[in-house]
């Protein structure tokens, strides 16, 4: 969808809770207990709860309660860094995608940190559709 996401892979509530805080981040979490934290509850870190075990149903908490853009920005950011992606002219990319790619895409996109090539194939279409049913 375009928004800079992280999964947290340390150890501890409190860990979390800090590298939200120092990177500015919203934290999504079922964890009831780290709702409680004096941070949260007094508004000084943001923390949603989530409530649903499904994850379409998940997206539309998340997407209802941060008031996020599902169209606009979706795609334009590596699924790996989070860094934005910038637009490749197809023979720039000639040598970096299989050749059955290169000859039915026109448009291609780079992460400029992790040199990544994107382009709409089939997965993207099916990320596509998915995220409309989130948003209808
Ligand atoms: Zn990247």
């Keep these: 969808m375009g928004y800079d996401t992280t999964f947290f892979n340390g150890d501890s509530d409190s ?3 800090a590298t939200a805080l120092a990177e500015g981040r919203v934290i999504l979490s ?11 509850t007094r508004g000084r870190l943001k923390a949603i ?8 149903q998940q997206m539309r908490q998340v997407i209802d309660e941060l008031a996020l853009d599902s169209e606009s920005r979706a795609f334009t950011i590596c699924l790996e860094c989070n860094q934005p992606l910038v637009a490749r002219d197809k023979g720039e990319v000639k040598e970096l995608v299989p050749p059955y790619v290169f000859k039915t895409q026109s448009q291609f996109m780079q ?6 090539i994107y382009w709409r194939g089939t ?3 099916a990320m596509t559709e998915r995220l409309k049913k989130f948003v209808i």
């Design 123 to 125: 997965h993207w279409q």
């Design 111 to 116: 992460c400029p940190a992790c040199q990544r």
């Design 30 to 40: 079922r964890d009831t207990q780290i709702m409680k934290r004096r941070l949260i």
């Design 49 to 56: 709860l989530i409530r649903s075990d499904e994850p379409a």
């Design 15 to 17: 860990q979390l809770v």
